[in-house]
């Protein structure tokens, strides 16, 4: 096995940070690049609710909770056991404990603008009644514990499929000494990670 660290990307700690607490930074864009490098480093801090698209088909605009956030969940997966005089099942949707109140919307970007350059907007979506950002009811941990990153996944996956054995896998991404090697991990939402 080689001794290499896997590599992460450059300021992957700020970008984290960035996208993580998107309220404090308002709106923001990336270039494709970026979007395609930092994004799979927190997707999993999101749970994708819905897709728009766009006239004139320039752009689509994808929406996001936090993943701790309430969920709703559709009773046709336990039907209530009476049904109304029609002879149907009463179909609702319910909440399921979550208070994260933070959601995002990103607007992906179809064609190429003047310089042909893909710039991917990422903002915080208020409610009417909103008179401020809002802020994640947890701390980060929280989000790495609830749900893995794909960038995290995927070097798994593909480490794993060379051959190696989970615990190579994670001294590979921790690399040698304790205390830099697990805030090296710590830092991509390693420290949840099991074998």
Known sequence: MSSTLIPLPANHEDWIQTLWLAQVVGKFTLNERDYKTYWPLVDGFWS????????????KTHYYACQLGPKRV????????????SGKKHVTSCSLPGTCPVKIKIIEPIQFGTDDQKLWTISQVLGCNDTGFKFHDHDINASWKAKRSSF????????????????????????????????RLESIGGAFMKR
Request: charged content about 30%; cysteine-free.
């Open 152 to 183: 995290l996944t995927n070097i798994i996956k593909d480490e794993l499929a060379k051959g190696y054995t989970p615990s190579q896998v994670k001294d590979r991404l921790r690399g040698v000494g304790r205390v830099a090697g697990y805030e």
């Open 48 to 59: 994708h609710r819905k897709t728009e698209n766009h006239l004139h088909g320039k752009f």
């Open 74 to 85: 559709s009773s046709k997966a336990e039907p209530y056991p009476t049904e109304t005089k």
